[in-house]
């Protein structure tokens, strides 16, 4: 129920402690997150929203927040509670009440029941609004106070009027106060949430006990700060670093200003050396004019326009040459006539020979005969003479003749290679008549004329020198005087071809000059532009750099503003974290052996083996709840790990009844928690609750839409506060949306009912409350025994499942304490006496019957025997005087 913004404000005040060594910077931004909690609760830790949220914050408002600790609230003691018991309650309008409705709170028990919806929430809200000054459900369900109070059908809410008394019997006010009351409320989601955390596994129990005492939003609240801050703040000198890198350019720049003349003079140096390489007492610029360009030729321009101009060919024709030719074709001429004419002169061998020839060719084909005749060479008819012997014989005779032959083939083929060869030595003369447009002169049209394959001796006409019959046919000397011209044209050409080489190399060389001297000058250019660009850049570095220097001091100031803000929150955190590990110690401390009891009192029916033997509660927020069995006290487990659900929630509300009580709380408010356990334990429960003495000073209000239980509490209540205890009815609005209220419901307990009864003469419903109170305290009689190891009876029964009828269980209940010599006990001879007494009312006697099967209506039945009634009210009412509890 208490608020997470209440929880931090106790962190806040925590941060003020004289042992917290804490910067005000720290507590500065505390005292902001608390005063601007409800929009820091309402961002979390996803895409870094609380943390953004928070620096804009920092930016804003730290530096005018004063650091100053919140009121203190009292602590939550019993030397310091500002009264001892609430009295009065005015509730509405306010959630399901629309009207003002007044409580009388003054008894010490007093018990609400009714169906659900009836309104019992709505008045434990109240009282929650009135004592912590916030309704938790509101938070938990995101809607605003004002919201989630206001009656739905009027539309508005009033703060309840909560009136108490204090230690002197004087009405007071209650002032709201989270920190004094917060441990004085137990609810049902509570116990629930406890139950459904220890199902979890281990590492999801850290909020554990924040949910058991109401702390969970708190929990919830600082688990949402993100880890850093760094990323919404200005930590880096991006700014500055690049401003840092610029001047360290420019410290470059200076340094290439300040060289500038010793650069220059490197640069001459090397230009120096490299002319010099060329030649010894070359200058520089002398090596530049060599090289030339094209605005102002020089050497290197001269060599390429020589060395353009390509010769001509080699022609290879010469005097000597074609003289040489004609003179072969000459005598190859002279040769092919000489062996004709030999020829000639055996002209008629020559027949003969072909006729041998002829023959000896046919010998393969008609061997056997002779070719000319068909005459048989053998045989009674035979050729006189063998013509192909005579053919053999006669080419032997004629070998001359084939001789001469063959030269004369030989002397034709030798003619017409040189007559091919110096057609093509005329043919390159016709080709350089050409070049030299003279192929219209006689020569040149002579020349040109030649067919490709001249026949015969077409040279004749020109060699030996002879005087032309053809006009058109020109002279060997006119023939000759071309070759010379040609031969000379050679001679210069290869004198060009000597000449050429030395131009070739010296350019070559001063090509490579060139590129050097290309090179050195761009290296001097570049040097020229970059002093020229650092001068630039030294003069206007301050306008260029106008904006970043100013974010560079800005960038200066952020993050010494920031760097203050990171160290703030990263301690704020460690502190926030640190508190909040810290409040399992503070919760849980003292509280092991009283829960413990409480538990074991809660279980009450469990063997005694199984009850616990110790609970070690933890000190820290991701600790162990761990338990020891007195089966095996040595053992130490888990208890969320070992207990049932219904033993769990046991033990969630025996830790929250120990922290009450533990601080003394006046009021212990339970919210529907009862409905949280179940039946089993109820009656364990509420025997610790409300017929102990643990809390016999705390006013107890409970709401409950159990009837039974609420009767339980009525039935069970020592008789000595039976009179403080006062029960309302909660019952649905009958159409004007306002809950019905029954304030004077009358008790509940079976004795004060038969009382009543007996008061009006009423000895029929006498009887009746007699019987339900006689079987009551039996069972309690019996159970105490049972506490002091005399609950073992020997009882009649009338069948298989019946029951025993009453009088049969106090007959029992008699001779158990009759026969237990040893046991001595205050209560022995009074139970003794009042079981006596009711025992001596005769079986048959009206009375008994009534109490062994109840009063029934009965038309003209005899009175009952008004003093033996009498008799039986007074000695129950004896009894329950009696301290029956177990253990007592």
Known sequence: MAS??????????????????????????????????????????????????????????????????PAVAAEANAATWPWAKLRHLTIGPFRGFRVAEPFDLSKQVILFYGPNGSGKTSLCEGLEYALL?????????????????????????????????????????VVASLDTYRFCFIEKNRIDSFSRIAARPN?????????????????????????????????????????????????????IVEGEAASQQGLSDEEGALARDYAAETTYEALKNLTGTAEAPGRLQELDGILEAV????????????????????????????????????????????????????QNVVGDRCPACDTPLNGQSHVATDPYQKAAEGLSRLEELAALQDQQQTAETALGQVSRELRQVF????????????EVTATGRWVTQLPGDPAGRWWSAIYPQVASAEAEVPSLDDILAVIDRMEAQDDASRQAHQDRQPHVAERRRLSEFQLRVQAQDLRRQQLNDTIEASKNRIKAFDETNAELIAQAE?????????????????????????????????????LNDAAKDLYNAFNRNDRNEDKLSALHLPLTGDGKIEISFRGNPEARV??????????????????????????????????????????????????????????????????????????DIQQHLPVQRRGSCQVYLFRHHDGNYQPRVTGNVPIANYIAKARAARDVLNDRDALAASRQALEMLSEKTWRW?????????????????????LRNLCEALVKKLRDAQTFNHVNKDPLLTAYGRILGIPVTNLVWANLNKGTHEEAERDDFDSELVETVVQTLEELDQLDLRPGR
């Open 638 to 711: 888990d208890a969320l790990h070992v207990l049932s659900e219904g033993h769990v929630r046991c033990l969630g509300l025996a830790i929250l009844m120990a922290k009450a009580k533990s601080i003394g709380c006046p009021v212990i408010i339970f919210d529907d928690a009862i409905n949280a356990i179940d039946h089993e334990h109820r009656g364990g429960i509420r025997e610790a609750i409300f017929e102990s003495d643990d809390f016999s000073q705390t006013q107890l209000i409970v709401t409950c839409h159990s009837n039974e239980f609420i009767k």
């Open 133 to 173: 000054g916030d309704v938790e459900e509101a938070g938990n369900k995101r809607i605003s106070a004002r919201t989630y109070l206001a009656n739905v059908h009027d539309g508005r809410f009033e703060p309840p009027v909560l009136k108490a008394t204090d230690q002197q019997g004087r009405e007071v006010d």
């Open 4 to 69: 997470a913004r209440q929880d931090f404000e106790r962190y806040v005040q925590w941060l003020y402690q004289p042992d917290k060594q804490v910067s005000e910077d720290v507590r500065r931004l505390a005292a902001l997150a608390l005063g601007n909690f409800d929009q820091l609760a309402g961002t979390s830790r996803q895409r870094n929203q609380r943390s953004t949220y928070l620096v804009g914050l920092l930016r804003r408002d730290l530096a005018t927040t004063v650091a100053a600790a």
């Open 427 to 438: 043919a390159q003369i016709a080709a350089y008549l050409t070049g030299q447009a003279e």
């Open 203 to 255: 590492a999801q129990r850290a909020e554990l006990i924040a949910t058991l005492f109401g702390m969970d939003q708190f929990n919830e609240f600082v688990s949402h700060f993100n880890e850093s801050i760094d990323g919404q703040l200005v930590l880096g000198s991006e700014r500055q670093d690049a401003l840092a890198a610029r001047r360290d350019a420019l410290t470059t720049d200076r340094a």
């Open 785 to 805: 025994l049972g506490s002091h190891d005399q609950g073992l009876l020997n009882l009649l029964l009338a069948g298989v499942g019946a029951e025993p009828s």
């Open 311 to 362: 010769p001509p060919n080699l022609l290879g024709v010469t005097r000597r040459g074609v003289l040489g030719a004609l003179e072969k074709a000459q005598q190859c001429g002279a040769e092919l006539d000489a062996v004709i004419g030999a020829l000639r002169a055996k002209s008629d061998q020559v027949s003969f020979k072909a006729l041998y020839d002829s023959v000896l060719a046919l």
């Open 554 to 590: 800005q960038e200066k100031l952020d993050i010494a503003r920031d760097t203050r803000y990171k160290a703030a929150y990263d301690r704020f955190l460690e502190e926030l974290r640190a508190y909040r590990d810290q409040l399992p110690e503070q919760l849980m401390a003292g």
